[in-house]
C-alpha cells in the first residue's frame, strides 16, 4: 500500500547545528512503496526496473542508473500524438525507467496520492505530477474556445489500477456532486474530478464588476452535474493560453 510518511518538522525560529539539519532532513530509508512523500512537497519514487510517467521537468535528484526521455511521439497511436500536438507544451510527459530513486516537485506545490483501484479520474494537465505506466490515460481536450483560454488546454483521464500524484496550492477540498444540484467551479482552481462527471463550461456575468468598471464583468466557469466529486484548490492558476 503506498501511503506518505510524516515529514520531519524543522524549527523555524533558531538556529540547528549542522548534524541536527542533517538528521531532519535527510531522506528516509525504510519504505519500499513506488510512490513515496518525502516532504509535502516533495515526491519520491523507487523505481524497481518498472516505468512511471512524470510531468516533464519535474525531476530534481536521481539515484541509481535511471533513464528517463521525453515520451515518443508514437508510442500510444497517431491519435494520441496528434491530442499531443494541439495541447502544446503543457501536456508533456517525461518517462523513467530503470531500478533507483527520482525526486519529483513542481515549485514547492502540496503533493496529494490517490491510489486508483480500477477506477477513473480526470485532473487538470497542469496539475498531474506523475502516474504509474500501469494505468490507462488519454489527453481529453475541452469544448470550447473560452474554457481554453481561462483553464488550460487539456485535461487527462487516468483509469484502471495504480497510483497517481497530483500537485496543488495549499490544502485541496473534495466537493461532492449531487443529481439536480449543479456544482460551478473557477477553472483555475479545478485540480480533478471522477470520470463519470463530464464538464460543461459557462461565462458567469457579474453586474457589480460591469458597473464599477472592473473588465468585462465575464469569467469562465466550470459546471459539474450529476453524481461524483471535485477536487479544488484554494488558489486561482494563471491562466494559459494558445501558442
Request: glycine share 6%.
Given at each position: 500500500m503506498?501511503?506518505?510518511?510524516?515529514?520531519?518538522?524543522?524549527?523555524?525560529t533558531q538556529a540547528m547545528s549542522v548534524d541536527a539539519f542533517l538528521k531532519a532532513t535527510t531522506?528516509?530509508?525504510?519504505?519500499?512503496?513506488?510512490?513515496?512523500?518525502?516532504?509535502?512537497?516533495?515526491?519520491?519514487?523507487?523505481?524497481?526496473?518498472?516505468?512511471?510517467?512524470?510531468?516533464?521537468?519535474?525531476?530534481?535528484?536521481?539515484?541509481?542508473?535511471?533513464?528517463?526521455?521525453?515520451?515518443?511521439?508514437?508510442?500510444?497511436?497517431?491519435?494520441?500524438?496528434?491530442?499531443k500536438f494541439f495541447t502544446g507544451e503543457g501536456a508533456s510527459l517525461m518517462k523513467i525507467e530503470g531500478s533507483g530513486r527520482a525526486y519529483l516537485a513542481d515549485k514547492a506545490r502540496r503533493i496529494q496520492l490517490l491510489?486508483?483501484?480500477?477506477?477513473?479520474?480526470?485532473?487538470?494537465?497542469?496539475?498531474?505530477?506523475?502516474?504509474?505506466?500501469?494505468l490507462q490515460y488519454s489527453i481529453k481536450m475541452v469544448k470550447r474556445i473560452g474554457a481554453m483560454l481561462s483553464a488550460g488546454l487539456f485535461n487527462v483521464e487516468l483509469r484502471g489500477q495504480g497510483v497517481i500524484a497530483l500537485c496543488s496550492h495549499?490544502?485541496?477540498?473534495?466537493?461532492?456532486?449531487?443529481?439536480?444540484?449543479?456544482?460551478?467551479?473557477?477553472?483555475?482552481?479545478?485540480?480533478?474530478?471522477?470520470?463519470?462527471?463530464?464538464?460543461?463550461?459557462?461565462?458567469?456575468?457579474n453586474v457589480t464588476s460591469v458597473l464599477l468598471g472592473r473588465g468585462s464583468g465575464e469569467s469562465v466557469r466550470m459546471k459539474f452535474e450529476g453524481e461524483g466529486w471535485v477536487i479544488i484548490q484554494p488558489y486561482e492558476e494563471t491562466p494559459v493560453r494558445t501558442r
Open positions: 503506498t501511503t506518505p510518511h510524516p515529514p520531519s518538522q524543522l524549527p523555524v531522506q528516509r530509508e525504510d519504505r519500499n512503496d513506488s510512490f513515496c512523500l518525502e516532504t509535502p512537497s516533495m515526491l519520491e519514487l523507487n523505481m524497481k526496473s518498472s516505468k512511471i510517467f512524470a510531468k516533464a521537468g519535474s525531476m530534481v535528484a536521481t539515484m541509481g542508473p535511471l533513464n528517463y526521455s521525453r515520451e515518443g511521439m508514437f508510442e500510444h497511436g497517431l491519435a494520441h500524438f496528434l491530442k491510489n486508483l483501484n480500477n477506477q477513473a479520474v480526470t485532473v487538470n494537465g497542469n496539475d498531474l505530477l506523475a502516474f504509474e505506466s500501469s495549499g490544502q485541496p477540498l473534495t466537493l461532492k456532486v449531487n443529481r439536480g444540484i449543479p456544482l460551478y467551479t473557477d477553472p483555475g482552481a479545478t485540480i480533478a474530478w471522477s470520470s463519470n462527471l463530464q464538464p460543461d463550461f459557462s461565462v458567469h456575468t
